[in-house]
C-alpha cells in the first residue's frame, strides 16, 4: 500500500514531540456549507471567543508549542504565526470567518475548537504521497489567492509532493492554491497536529472530530485515519 502522508526522518529527529493525526476520505460531495455546519462552525466561534476572551494566545499551551517549534527552523512565529493561530487572532479580535465550502469550513470548525492547525488537501488523481520535510529551495509553491509560482526558503518545513510541488509552507502557516479543496473536490487528506503536552490526546479527539463531520456533512466514504509521531512515521491507505 502506498504511503500517502509521511515525516521524513529529519522532522522526527528535530520535533521528536510532534503528533500528527491523519485523515483520508474517498468519493466525498464538497460544495456550499450545509446549514448545520453553519450553525455549528458559528457556535463555536462564539465558544472560542468566551474560552481565550483577553488570554493572549501566545500563552495558549499548543499554540505556544507551535511558536517554538517555527523558532526552530528559524522563522519568527509573530510575523508568519501558525493557521491555528492565525485563525483565531482573526476571531478573538472581533474578525468574521467567512464560509468557504463545506470540508474547508468544518476544517476550520475543529481548529478553533482544539485550537491546532488543521488542513484539508485535495487529493486529485496523480497528487502522489505528501512528505513533511526541510525544504531545498527549489521547490515549487503557489499561493493561495496568488497567481506568481515562488519557492520555499532552504531550511523551511514544507508539505511537499512527488512532482516537487508544494502544499504548505513554513509547517501549518498557508497552504497553496494548487492543493486548496475546491466544490469538485472527491478525495481528501486532512492533517492535523501538535507538539504540546497533550497533544496525543488532544490531536485524537481533532481526528474523531473530523471523521463524524466529514461523514454527516461531506457524505464522506473509504474514510481511513492514524495517529503519526516518531514511532509511526507514514499513513499509507488501502484505496491506494
Known sequence: MPARFRYAPAIVERF????????????VRNGPTPGGLREALAAEVVRARERF???????VPSLAAWRRAFRAFGVDPTQYRSAAEALLRRLTKGGELPSINAI???????????????????QRPGTGPTTVRFAR?????????????DHPDPGEV?????????????WCWRQSASSAVRDDTM???LTVEGHHEKAADDVAAALADLEALIREYAAADAVERAVLGPSRTAFETAAG
Open 16 to 27: 521528536p514531540t510532534i503528533v500528527g493525526g491523519v485523515l483520508y476520505a474517498g468519493k
Open 53 to 59: 476572551g483577553d488570554t493572549p494566545l501566545s500563552e
Open 104 to 122: 474547508a469550513d468544518l476544517a476550520n470548525l475543529v481548529s478553533i475548537r482544539w485550537a491546532l492547525p488543521v488542513a484539508a488537501f485535495d
Open 137 to 149: 529551495g527549489d521547490e515549487r509553491w503557489s499561493d493561495l489567492g496568488g497567481s506568481a509560482t
Open 158 to 170: 514544507i508539505f511537499v509532493d512527488e512532482r516537487n510541488e508544494v502544499s504548505a509552507r513554513r
Open 187 to 189: 478525495q481528501v487528506l
